[in-house]
């Protein structure tokens, strides 16, 4: 029995070398809370860091801590009328210890989170922000969780200069990817499938999997590309064949990607890229040539062009390439509109592409049409195309697109440049082939390359206005003037009714049926207010149509946040810990093997998947009559916590035999060896 105990020790003996006696008081991570800027003004939100500083051989954990570990979990106490968002999280790296794949911080880092300040806050008042970060920090041989209760102080007023550090917080965040990615499970496999076009290189690839249970961490991950798709395959996790999606931050020569895949089919695999099961992948594949920026702008082209045809954007193309015919314009004049539409078509896409750059370098998780996540957008874009349709409808006289309007007549650039803008606008609710992965490429090259990618969506949204306007020909293919054109004007209005029903449809999916209704009432009221503005009403028709918008927007309901949960369990036949029965198998002079894990704790699944998983040790421990008792500290049980603390440890894991005679035995090296 001696030296049965002896060899199946060993290894635990080894790992738990180190004493929580032995280690000093102070806490292995020092946090604090920063500010980006020391005021703000009321309503509006003010980035918070809590700066992580580990001890040298310590580390902290990511959001999905891997095969072991535990996620920081932080409890803010705000003022009245204040609210922070979930934290957010630069890249993590890899730890692999026996074969168990951690995903950790090891050096200073970040955690970001977004505090909305209360919009009733007193000018000139200061208040204090509290926050509680409960987190896990260990080494190779232990674990110890810790709590930092921190604070700030935010003064209500302009705000100040910001910190020049969150510049390298925000750095270190992932960038989102802006597109979806798909994935499948099949013979105990996950394979997914990453819109990465040609353009972006890869480089030492490694997919983060931020879902649980997704991936087995410990497997190895090959990469591949199959055209403007990067093929991800590895062993499949528990729940990968139940998950609706899964989310995760792909790694690519040191810079992170968020994304969210969900189930669909994935291409079969292409030329490989790389392997990564915690070594570096295999090379760029020769992404990230001028060439693969040539074909990004020139999908971007495409895509602008077939844009043209959507049922959003043609009629006003359509009624704007008539006015050309109608007012019987000159060709210079003809040259300056068309240069004009399409400077209001492009300055709308830099403008949109320029945010959404901005918002991504923030951190951000937006992608093309960012705004239509926000349901207020989708509203003020279902009110703006019911105008729009019933003005072609005849409802009303639409004078911003109507041709021979007194704006062209006037001052036809201003006319042409505004008509380009709402073309442009009203065009992002639409998506057309080629633009997806153009509009990929630009979200992960630079900031001048996506800009120029961005202009070339809109100059492939304005180039046929622009070949009307400066090839006589054409236009002179365009039909004479005339009554048809009334009601070819009517019968455009269709497609803009479609479109109004698919945002309200949208509306609905963003909000429910309460947000669908809202929309839908504030059309109809908008409808009311312009039939009273095309005979006359002009100041309560204006009044009415402040009205719908504002209701529409302060009626407009948010929808409601997701929820999830997990389980956990030991290797040994066991029952729960508790005093009462160790001390009643004691006094049985019952032999007891006592051990304490966590799910979070790295050491422990290792000798949970090591040593004490072994088939033999279960079946010595029936044989000679050892009762285990399992002392889950998972959720920081107190009264786990207090027996601990008598053995003089403040973190697991720790493991304990207590031999019929009453004599107890531990791993630490301070203590005797087991026997």
């Known amino acids: 029995m001696t030296r049965f105990l002896a060899v199946l020790f060993l290894p635990l003996i080894l790992l738990c070398a180190a004493p929580a006696a032995a280690q000093p008081a102070a806490r292995h991570m020092d946090v604090r809370l920063v500010p980006e800027t020391n005021s703000a003004t009321s309503g509006s939100a003010v980035t918070i860091a809590f700066t992580m500083h580990p001890q040298p051989g310590w580390h902290g954990y990511w959001r999905n801590p891997g095969d072991a570990g535990q996620e920081p979990r932080v409890a803010w106490h705000l003022p009245e009328g204040w609210s922070a968002e979930p934290l957010q999280y630069p890249v993590p790296g890899r730890l692999t210890v026996a074969g168990l794949m951690n995903y950790v911080f090891a050096r ?38 810790e709590t930092a209760t921190v604070t700030t102080n935010l003064n209500v007023a302009a705000p100040g200069a910001p910190n020049p550090a969150f510049q390298g917080y925000r750095q270190a965040l992932p960038r989102p990817l802006g597109a979806d990615a798909r994935f499948e499970v099949a013979g105990g496999r996950v394979r997914l499938a990453i819109p990465l076009p040609a353009a972006a290189s890869v480089s030492d690839p490694y997919f983060y999997p931020a879902t649980l249970d997704a991936l087995n961490h410990s497997a190895a991950q090959s990469f591949s590309r199959t ?32 994304l969210i895949a969900h189930p669909g089919p994935v291409p079969p695999a292409g030329t490989p890229v790389g392997t990564s099961g915690g070594e570096p992948g295999g090379g760029d594949n020769g992404a990230g040539s001028g060439g693969g920026f040539l074909w990004a ?165 304005a180039l046929p206005f622009l070949l009307l306007g400066f090839v006589p020909g054409l236009r002179r293919l365009l039909p004479k003037p005339g009554r048809w054109m009334e009601n070819f004007q009517r019968i455009l209005s269709v497609p803009m009714f479609l479109t109004a029903l698919g945002l309200a449809w949208v509306l609905g999916q963003e909000t429910g049926i309460d947000g669908m209704t809202v929309g839908l009432g504030g059309a109809l009221l908008l409808g009311l207010a312009l039939w009273w503005f095309g005979r006359g009403g002009r100041p309560i028709a204006l009044a009415a149509i402040a009205l719908a918008i504002a209701a529409g927007f302060f009626l407009l309901p948010t929808a409601p946040p997701p929820a999830a949960a997990a389980p956990a369990e030991g290797p040994l036949p066991a029952e729960p810990f508790s005093e009462a029965r160790l001390a009643e198998l004691r006094a049985a002079r019952t032999p007891v093997f006592v051990y304490f894990t966590a799910d979070w704790c790295l050491t422990c699944k290792v000798n949970e998947r090591g040593a004490m998983a072994s088939s033999e040790v279960a079946q010595a421990f029936q044989a000679r009559g050892i009762k285990v008792l399992i002392g889950d500290w998972t959720r920081g049980d107190p009264a786990i916590g207090r027996f601990l603390e008598r053995q003089g440890r403040s973190g697991v894991p720790l493991y304990l035999f207590y031999a019929p005679g009453g004599r107890r035995r531990c791993c630490r090296r301070s203590s005797p060896p087991v026997r």
Request: aromatic share 6%.
């Open 227 to 258: 055209g403007d798709t990067l093929i991800v395959e590895t062993a499949a996790g528990a729940r990968a064949g139940a998950l609706p999606a899964i989310e995760g931050v792909l790694e690519i020569g040191g810079t992170g990607l968020s």
């Open 108 to 145: 200073d880092h970040a955690l970001l989170a977004t505090i909305h300040v209360g919009a009733g806050a007193e000018l000139g008042a200061t208040f204090p922000l509290d926050a509680r970060l409960d987190y896990l920090v260990c080494t190779d041989e232990v674990c110890v969780p």
């Open 297 to 461: 702008f020139l999908g971007a082209l495409l895509g602008g062009l077939i844009l043209n045809v959507m049922p959003c954007v043609f009629p006003i193309l359509s009624l704007k390439a008539l006015s050309l015919a109608r007012a019987g314009e000159t060709a210079a004049q003809a040259r300056q509109e068309a240069l004009a539409y399409a400077a209001g078509v492009i300055a709308t896409c830099l403008a949109l592409g320029g945010l959404l750059l901005a918002l991504r370098a923030g951190g951000a998780a937006v992608g093309w049409a960012f705004q239509l996540q926000d349901p207020r957008v989708i509203l003020l874009l279902l009110l703006l195309v019911t105008a729009i349709a019933l003005g072609l409808a005849g409802l009303f006289a639409l004078p911003v697109i109507a041709a021979g309007d007194r704006l062209t007549r006037s001052g036809g650039l201003g006319g042409a440049f505004f008509t380009g803008v709402l073309a442009a606008f009203v065009a992002t609710p639409c998506t057309g082939p080629f633009m997806g992965a153009a509009l990929a490429a630009a979200l992960v090259l630079p900031a001048a390359a996506a800009l120029a990618i961005f202009a070339g969506l809109g100059l492939g949204l």
